[in-house]
T-cell receptor
Framework: DAGITQSPRHKVTETGTPVTLRCHQT?????MYWYRQDPGHGLRLIHY???????DKGEVSDGYSVSRSKTEDFLLTLESATSSQTSVYFC???????????????FGEGSWLTVV | DAKTTQPPSMDCAEGRAANLPCNHS???????VYWYRQIHSQGPQYIIH???NNETNEMASLIITEDRKSSTLILPHATLRDTAVYYC??????????????FGGGTRLMVKP
């Protein structure tokens, strides 16, 4: 398995509180991603990073921010958690991919977040 | 990225081959076909990918039609542990976004004893 560790794996928090999820990789991969998975929606990309301090938005980025100060760590922050952010969050990593290559993306085991 | 169409569910008898189809009729020349699966409560797991040629690894085989508009993932001897949702994804590499993947609904494969 790819060296990806997500923490915490499970968390219950109250509406309005900030929450930070951490993704740590030991593969030295350039690209890191945060997805959320909800019933009926599949996996949706929240934010991604293509290098240290280089990040961009995915399709469902509202209410989330990210930071990447080191290659190995990618943090996802819910600035003020809402019940609609109750979900399973997956971190993923991949190596650099130029045009024409088919490198693989690997996923972590997920972080279950419940906002009450 | 090209859109994919998969049947929502399939059954397969244990020990038999599972053939999971995927249509990607709008695929373009530089788009790869990826297959992932997700076992309940786990992160998606990479299975295989290909561009034009058929591919095989220790987990599965990928058959891509000559016009590349469809593909089939083959699990040669399905076991109960292969019960999962299987995702077919078509993507093109973008230099900044790496391997950003767009997941559709997938096929829920049930392997039965």
């Amino acid at each position: 398995d790819a060296g990806i560790t997500q923490s915490p794996r499970h968390k219950v928090t109250e509406t309005g509180t900030p929450v930070t999820l951490r993704c740590h990789q030991t593969e030295n991969h350039r690209y890191m991603y945060w997805y959320r998975q909800d019933p009926g929606h599949g996996l949706r990309l929240i934010h991604y990073s293509y290098g240290v301090k280089d990040t961009d938005k995915g399709e469902v980025s509202d209410g989330y921010s990210v930071s990447r100060s080191k290659t190995e760590d990618f943090l996802l922050t819910l600035e003020s958690a809402t019940s609609s952010q109750t979900s399973v969050y997956f971190c993923a990593i991949s190596d650099s991919a130029g045009a024409g290559s088919g490198n693989t993306i690997y996923f972590g085991e997920g972080s279950w977040l419940t906002v009450v | 990225d090209a859109k994919t169409t998969q049947p929502p569910s399939m059954d397969c008898a244990e020990g038999r081959a599972a053939n999971l189809p995927c249509n990607h009729s709008t695929i373009s020349g530089n788009e790869y076909v990826y297959w992932y699966r997700q076992i309940h409560s786990q992160g998606p797991q990479y299975i295989i990918h290909g561009l034009k040629n058929n591919e095989t690894n220790e987990m599965a085989s990928l058959i891509i039609t000559e016009d590349r508009k469809s593909s089939t993932l083959i699990l040669p001897h399905a076991t109960l542990r292969d019960t999962a949702v299987y995702y077919c994804i078509v993507r093109v590499a973008r230099n900044n976004a790496g391997n950003m993947l767009t997941f559709g609904g997938g096929t829920r494969l049930m392997v039965k004893p």
